[in-house]
């Protein structure tokens, strides 16, 4: 399997713990899924949202360069009053094969994504556009998405619990140390459900220290 299917097999609540374990930030606080039973894992693309100028700038074009199982990350900067992404992005990026939208905003025409089944997390839903309202600031440069730097090519996981960001420069160490969790995870479960109690399988694994910050 390719890096990008390991994690897709693995929970963001895993992955969240690795990166804790690590001692480096990822998982994007108040960034939700639209609807249940989604899920995303793909490299970041990166929008960057400014309030208009005058003239005002246009939302961008930007989806015409992002290649298939990308996510499209845009930064609007936690607003809520308007949107940057609607239902013409929605059908084009899913016809294409794009692997899902995270947005530090909000998003329209949910109607679209819900029942495509394409994947959008952000921080709620509005009607009212963004056009003259904000304009593109930057692509493909650093964003920032609930609290969270995130670079262009950043491995981006998402599911039921939320979604996360995983740098590229840590991103093999971050894998395997979420996968051993899950390993070890299992086998607690596995134990108790054999009999033992939980208290004695959490200590036959390890529990309390899978998520514990490495000391140097």
């Known amino acids: 399997m390719t890096l990008e299917e390991r994690f897709a097999a693995l929970s963001t609540a895993?992955?969240?713990?690795?990166?804790?374990?690590?001692?480096?930030?990822?998982?994007?606080?108040g960034i939700a899924p639209l609807g249940p039973g989604q899920s995303l894992a793909g490299r970041a693309y990166t929008v960057r949202y400014v309030p208009a100028g005058d003239p005002?700038?246009?939302?961008?074009?930007?989806?015409?360069?992002v290649p298939p199982g990308g996510v499209v990350v845009l930064d609007n900067s936690g607003r809520t009053d308007c949107t940057v992404w609607g239902d013409i992005l929605t059908a084009v990026a899913h016809a294409r094969g794009v692997a899902g939208t995270v947005i530090d905003g909000v998003?329209?025409?949910v109607?679209?994504?819900?029942?495509?089944?394409y994947p959008v997390y952000s921080r709620g839903r509005f009607m009212r556009t963004g056009k003259d309202r904000v304009e593109v600031a930057e692509?493909?440069?650093p964003v920032t998405i609930g609290g969270v730097q995130v670079r262009?090519?950043?491995?981006?996981?998402?599911?039921?619990?939320?979604?996360?960001?995983v740098p590229r420069d840590c991103e093999e160490r971050v894998l395997e140390i979420?996968?051993?969790?899950a390993a070890r995870e299992d086998a607690i479960l596995r134990m108790a459900l054999d009999g033992a109690t939980i208290a004695e399988a959490?200590?036959?694994?390890?529990?309390h220290n899978l998520q514990r910050k490495e000391t140097s």
Do not use: F, M, N, W
């Open 107 to 109: 998003c329209r025409d």
């Open 139 to 141: 692509v493909q440069g």
């Open 152 to 165: 262009p090519g950043d491995l981006i996981l998402g599911d039921q619990d939320g979604v996360l960001a």
């Open 202 to 207: 959490r200590a036959a694994h390890g529990y």
């Open 111 to 117: 109607h679209r994504a819900l029942g495509l089944g």
């Open 56 to 65: 005002p700038g246009t939302v961008g074009d930007y989806l015409d360069d």
């Open 178 to 181: 979420a996968e051993q969790i």
């Open 14 to 29: 895993t992955v969240s713990d690795a990166l804790d374990k690590l001692g480096r930030p990822g998982s994007l606080l």
